[in-house]
T-cell receptor, first 116, second 112 residues
Framework: DTGVSQDPRHKITKRGQNVTFRCDPISEHNRLYWYRQTLGQGPEFLTYFQNEAQLEKSRLLSDRFSAERPKGSFSTLEIQRTEQGDSAMYLC??????????????FGSGTQLSVL | EDKVVQSPLSLVVHEGDTVTLNCSYEVTNFRSLLWYKQEKKAPTFLFMLTSSGIEKKSGRLSSILDKKELFSILNITATQTGDSAVYLCAVGMETSGSRLTFGEGTQLTVNP
């Protein structure tokens, strides 16, 4: 169990630029989640995958956000035409599909995005 | 709309004190309630509760769920400075796959 890893740890970008984040889940986990967290708030759900299928997207998720998990392993989250309001910590998590523990999410350390 | 509310939002105590953190929820089709500890970046799992009245314990931490009154508490006894963190409560629902809805968190500071 090497844990969930995210890259990069920090990203500073100018408004209007595109950014892409990567998440590598725990290897035996087939569920992968993206959350966003701003200062003083709890994580807010963005989207989740089971294997390569994107099963749910938050209705709050702008069309500028897109996520992929092409081979059911790592995932990428892209934000196009970034805005200052996109500044946040982007957390990735993974879990096993097995019944009772599927909600036990293991989180990565996040990517801190700052949009100037 | 599904809601998870934690209280207090922040708490400052001295080492050795006992603290109780609260989490109430209003959600459809409740499935589970989870507690996480977030020190700097990654939230780390503490407990998952699905049944009322059954206390879960891990060292100085314990938690219990009341599904009738729709709340959970997290107790920490004999607090240490290493307990300083944000404690997050999250709820899973039958209709939401395994997506969790989080509360705002309680910022706990333990002073020596």
């Amino acid at each position: 169990d090497t844990g969930v890893s995210q890259d990069p740890r920090h990203k500073i970008t100018k408004r209007g630029q595109n950014v892409t984040f990567r998440c590598d889940p725990i290897s035996e986990h087939n569920r992968l989640y993206w959350y966003r967290q701003t200062l003083g708030q709890g994580p807010e759900f963005l989207t989740y995958f089971q294997n390569e299928a994107q099963l749910e997207k938050s209705r709050l998720l702008s069309d500028r956000f897109s996520a992929e998990r092409p081979k059911g392993s790592f995932s990428t989250l892209e934000i196009q035409r970034t805005e200052q309001g996109d500044s946040a910590m982007y957390l990735c998590a993974s879990s096993s599909q097995q019944g009772a523990v599927r909600e036990k999410l293991f989180f990565g350390s996040g990517t801190q995005l700052s949009v100037l | 709309e599904d809601k998870v509310v934690q209280s207090p939002l922040s708490l400052v105590v001295h080492e050795g004190d006992t603290v109780t953190l609260n989490c109430s929820y209003e959600v459809t089709n409740f499935r589970s309630l989870l507690w996480y500890k977030q020190e700097k970046k990654a939230p780390t799992f503490l407990f998952m509760l699905t049944s009322s009245g059954i206390e879960k314990k891990s060292g100085r931490l314990s938690s219990i769920l009341d599904k009738k009154e729709l709340f959970s508490i997290l107790n920490i006894t004999a607090t240490q400075t290493g307990d300083s963190a944000v404690y997050l409560c999250a709820v899973g629902m039958e209709t939401s796959g395994s997506r969790l809805t989080f509360g705002e968190g309680t910022q706990l500071t333990v002073n020596p």
